[in-house]
């Protein structure tokens, strides 16, 4: 995606997605969907004492979750984009959908995804999109889809992240820890060591 000048870094995020759903809609059947999370790190400089920040960008759609260690605890840099939220439950009806057990037309579980184009008047693909400044203070990044996160609290994955050796072995354990707690959905994981940026 090429950036229009004067452009913000959420703009080009939410404009990203957007061409992502179109891609989807365009490509693939019209049942098919997903949710999505991405996050990625922009060395800045920073305006007063002119050192160099970095600023951690995530942004999601549905129940794809960014959950950051800081300090002792877990801080959720999105936001899951589900049916039983009234702020997403009123922003369908208003747009002429409707929702029946907490599922979007009586059908869909989260209220935004990419693809999904049957229901893309109600299920749109602008993400939640989060801006934070890192730190010594946190020192680990977990990206996963729900099939984790219905088993597993942000808290317990912080802590099974930081008594991991490594990413990879973080990853493993995380996964572990959702087959041994019988996730039933697909499950996608990626930890992340932020030490370099501290």
Partial sequence: ???????????IINNSF????AKIKQE??????????????LEEMGIEDQEKKY??????????????????????????HKGEDFQESLRI???????????????????R?????????????NPYVTVTTLDKENDVLI?????????????????IARNS?????ASSALLNFAMDNLSTDNISIIVVRLDYFS
């Fill in 1 to 11: 995606m090429k950036r229009q000048k004067d452009e913000s870094i959420p703009e």
């Fill in 18 to 21: 957007l061409e992502a759903d």
């Fill in 28 to 41: 693939c059947k019209a049942r098919s969907g997903c949710t999505a999370v991405i996050a990625f790190v």
């Fill in 55 to 80: 600023k951690l960008y995530t942004a999601n759609v549905g129940d794809a979750r960014a959950t950051l260690g800081r300090n002792e605890d877990a801080a959720r840099m999105t936001y899951d």
């Fill in 93 to 111: 009806t208003e747009n002429g959908g409707f929702m029946i057990n907490n599922r979007v037309n009586g059908v869909l579980a989260v209220t």
């Fill in 113 to 125: 995804a990419l693809g999904d184009s049957t229901m893309k008047r109600v299920v749109v693909g």
């Fill in 143 to 159: 990206l996963a889809c729900d099939g984790l996160w219905d088993v597993c609290t942000d808290e317990q994955a912080v802590e």
């Fill in 165 to 169: 050796e490594s990413a990879e072995l």
